[in-house]
Antibody
């Protein structure tokens, strides 16, 4: 059974940093692309960042230079380092597996972790 | 960026009736489109991918169609567990983008 479990969220002041983690199990982590998707309160889903199975990195424009996606293959864990956080980064953050090594839809999702940026 | 537009924003339907949801892309995404269902306080769940292929365990009452820029999700006979928010998403171009969602509520 595929399992994804986000952690590391919480309340942070504007300009602060957080590191989200997502340990994965139930599949061969190194063979799949992974992503972070967020959902601001009461709003729709928004893709944030992705890493392909080959290690290529992708970001939405609004987080480029501030967020860094990475993975630890031996630990089967996906990370999102978030720096210079802004109020508009407040959202539920989901870790999601992509269906293929280089893309596809999001076939499995974690339960999400809340990030609140506020003074 | 490919903008995904869903309509209507809210759909009021009686149990047992058919629901038809639309998703329009601002440029062709071929059939690289997925539909997700989301209940309050829960993570999204994949329903359909490649525009019309049901994900594992998804009931046959969920049907997807379309290609290019126009897509439709049809729920043939709404069950109580189907009242939720449905979002479409394209994976043909970077950045990956989602529609704003359609809330299917009980009439």
């Amino acid at each position: 059974e595929v399992q994804l479990l986000e952690s590391g969220g919480g309340l942070v002041q504007p300009g602060g940093s957080l590191r989200l983690s997502c340990p994965a199990s139930g599949f061969s982590f190194k063979n799949y692309a992974m992503s972070w998707v967020r959902q601001p309160p009461g709003k729709g889903l928004e893709w944030v960042s992705a890493i392909s199975a080959g290690g290529n990195l992708y970001y939405r424009d609004s987080v480029k230079g501030r967020f860094t996606i990475s993975r630890d293959i031996p630990k089967s864990t996906l990370y999102l380092q978030m720096n210079s956080l802004r109020a508009e980064d407040t959202a539920m953050y989901y870790c999601a597996r992509r269906a293929h090594d280089d893309g596809g839809c999001f076939d499995y999702w974690g339960r999400g972790i809340l990030v609140t940026v506020s003074s | 960026e490919v903008v995904m537009t869903q309509s209507p924003a809210t759909l009021s339907v009686s149990p047992g009736e058919r629901a038809t949801l639309s998703c329009t892309a601002s440029q062709s995404v071929k059939t690289n489109l997925a539909w997700y269902q989301q209940n309050p306080g829960q993570a999204p769940r994949l329903l359909l991918f490649d525009a019309s292929t049901r994900a594992t365990g998804v009931p046959a009452r969920f049907t997807g169609s379309g290609s290019g820029t126009e897509f439709t999700l049809t729920i043939s006979s709404l069950q109580s567990e189907d009242f939720a928010v449905y979002s479409c998403q394209q994976y043909n171009n970077w950045p990956l983008t989602f529609g704003g969602g359609t809330k299917v509520e009980i009439k």
